[in-house]
């Protein structure tokens, strides 16, 4: 397999799943800030032009967050990544999905990219506020999941605490606030020989 990534993107998350796996694969560092997500031999093998993108043994290239990770479960079984419960392995999902459809693409990128949430520039900071509001608010929600918990679903790591892994990661360095049990989830997660390989490999301080 072979992962195209940005170092301390969403990706980020995909590439710690990647090390639970043990499975093979290659790390290939896509360069976003030049536009390298934007050349012809990169639109060609990802049409949307971002990262993460897998590509798999057999060739074709799968995108989007929560469909990597739920391939990469299922693919390795073993790793338990995913609760063999049904009940906790919908509680995995759900907090996947509501991470990044929620807290990575309508907070966060209101945060850091206004321009997509309004037209004149007059507005920016009010949709900055606004993500920031909705951040926070997300962070809040982990949280309170994380009571009285280590894992976001069930008794062991899983895809939700990869995906919490990352936007964590982002509130950390923009040095926003963190809730205890947030905290002490990152504080964990920093402590995982996936994370510690992925965070050097990516050149992240952690």
């Keep these: 397999m072979k992962l195209f990534y940005f170092p301390g993107a969403c990706s980020l998350g995909i590439h710690v799943l990647l090390e639970e796996i043990g499975a093979s694969y290659e790390a290939v560092l896509l360069d976003l800030r030049s536009g390298a997500h934007k050349a012809p031999e990169y639109v060609a093998l990802n049409p949307k032009s971002k990262v993460p993108a897998l590509v798999r043994d057999n060739g074709r290239v799968l995108t989007e967050w929560p469909a990597i990770a739920f391939y990469l479960a299922n693919l390795h079984p073993q790793a338990g990544l995913l609760p063999t419960d049904v009940d906790a392995a919908a509680d995995a999902v759900s907090a996947v999905e509501y991470i990044v459809s929620t807290m990575h693409m ?16 007059a507005d920016f900071d009010s949709v900055r506020a606004q993500g920031k509001e909705m951040f926070l608010a997300g962070l809040e929600m982990m949280g309170q999941i994380l009571q009285g918990r280590e894992f976001l679903a069930g008794d062991r790591f899983s895809i939700a605490d990869a995906a919490l892994l990352f936007v ?7 040095e926003l606030p963190l809730p205890a049990s947030v905290a002490a989830h990152f504080a964990r997660m920093k ?3 996936s994370v510690q390989t992925v965070f050097a490999r990516e050149g992240l301080a952690l």
Excluded: C, I, L
Aim: net charge positive.
């Design 168 to 174: 964590t990661f982002w509130a950390a360095r923009g």
């Design 106 to 121: 309508q907070a966060f990128a209101r945060m850091y990219r206004p321009e997509r949430f309004a037209v004149s520039e």
């Design 191 to 193: 402590q995982r020989a």
